[in-house]
């Protein structure tokens, strides 16, 4: 499937009389003519046109039971191409989105006005979420606030909203991409247990993954790198990576490539010296049986809080034998995030909660123990597509079994 085809899906799902107006957004600025880089555009933005180029706006109109969708684009500057590269011509930009209508980005305000004062457009939709209350506006929100202002009788719509059910089921390119992805991940990972060895920094053991990346053609990481040892892997999101890696630790990575724009999102827990402890190897199987029964459970119709509940399930029987907990219910004090999330153009993809799975979401299986007072943090985390019947692990050749990852590094 293609982008005009997602276009096709979204244009199917909007009232008559609908305005779609979608930024990629500006490159964020640091300090003094610094911009934090890679530039990133707006999701929504490149779903609908395949490209992340800053300065660009996607526009389409629903109007008389039919839709006229136009690019607006930067014109190509020679000067500016000598300081920063190479500038998409409109030719260019057309070819690669599928939108045959391109105009320069100077133009918009003008179009805008033209649609607005001869069509009965009712509501117009912008890109609107937030993470939380304090995030600051980002240009699509800023933008909307404008139009509004100029606008006032058009209906304010969310843009994100309105793409989630369908970014939710990806297509066949997009599996392949982030099957690919998966793959330069794997081939990562291969190179970190074949180098791991108590002593190393925690940054020396993500450097090896991350040169793997982009050796192998990954052009970003699909989030930071979490290279966490011994009780830092008790920390969800550690990502400091700066302490030594010491004999008789842990080494828990949660880490992806994105290519094509998508994400894998794979963690392993590796023994630095090669070998797990007894203790550690009985929590680590533990992880591993929740692991394994969420992707045995999942499967078309499920919700992502049926998966956690059958994790949960797992591993407070797991603790409940080790003495670690007496009852189900206190899982929590060494669970304490979910199962599962969406996988896609971001790592933690758009989706609602509550939404059933059906057949083409990819999703995180990730059960994990934190057991702090003994300073051991393991978690196993794989891809699942969802099939017509079940899942595919897409990470299956990515060794999860700890006598497997033992085999590996006995044999660097």
Not at 194 to 207: F, I, N, S, V
Not at 242 to 262: H, P, Q, V
Not at 284 to 302: H, I, Q, T
Request: with cysteine; aromatic share 8%; net charge negative.
């Amino acid at each position: 499937m293609s982008v005009s085809e997602h276009r096709k899906r979204l244009y199917e799902t909007l009232p008559e009389n609908s305005l779609v107006i979608c930024h990629a957004g500006v490159p964020l600025h640091t300090n003094e003519d610094h911009y934090y880089h890679p530039f990133e555009a707006n999701s929504q933005f490149f779903w609908l046109t395949g490209l992340e180029r800053e300065n660009m706006v996607f526009l389409a109109a629903k109007v008389n039971g039919e839709t006229q969708e136009m690019l607006f684009i930067e014109p190509v500057d020679p000067n500016l191409e000598r300081w920063t590269g190479k500038m998409p011509t409109a030719e260019e930009a057309s070819a690669a989105s599928g939108i045959e209508q391109v105009r320069m980005v100077g133009d918009l305000s003008a179009v805008i006005g033209r649609y607005m004062g001869r069509y009965r457009l009712e509501q117009v939709y912008f890109d609107l979420y937030r993470c939380g209350e304090n995030d600051l506006p980002d240009l699509n929100a800023l933008k909307a606030k404008e139009f509004t202002e100029k606008y006032p009788a058009a209906a304010l719509r969310d843009l994100h909203a309105a793409c989630v059910p369908l970014r939710e089921v990806k297509d066949a390119e997009e599996v392949g991409l982030i099957r690919e992805a998966i793959g330069i991940t794997r081939q990562g990972l291969d190179r970190v247990m074949k180098t791991l060895k108590p002593g190393m920094k925690e940054y020396q053991a993500q450097a090896e993954f991350e040169y793997a990346c982009r050796a192998l053609g990954a052009e970003k990481l699909a989030f930071p790198t979490i290279s966490a040892s011994g009780l830092n892997g008790c920390m969800m999101h550690y990502e400091t990576n700066r302490d030594e890696i010491r004999e008789g630790s842990l080494l828990l990575m949660d880490l992806g490539a994105k290519y094509g724009n998508y994400c894998s999102d794979i963690t392993r827990t590796f023994p630095a010296g090669g070998k797990y402890t007894p203790r550690q190897r009985e929590i680590y199987e533990l992880v591993l049986r929740a692991n394994r029964a969420v992707a045995e459970a999942a499967k078309p119709g499920l919700t992502l809080k049926d998966l956690n509940e059958k994790c949960k399930e797992v591993l407070s029987a797991g603790l409940i034998r080790m003495g670690l907990i007496t009852e189900a219910s206190e899982v929590g004090k060494y669970y304490m995030h979910s199962v599962s999330h969406s996988i896609g153009i971001d790592v933690h993809d758009t989706c609602f909660t509550g939404d059933v799975l059906q057949p083409g979401w990819i999703i995180s299986d990730e059960p994990g123990l934190y057991i702090d007072e003994e300073g051991i943090g393991i978690r196993i985390e794989d891809d699942l597509l969802i099939t017509e019947d079940g899942c595919e692990v897409l990470s299956r050749e990515i060794p999860n079994d700890p006598d497997e990852i033992e085999a590996v590094m006995a044999a660097r």
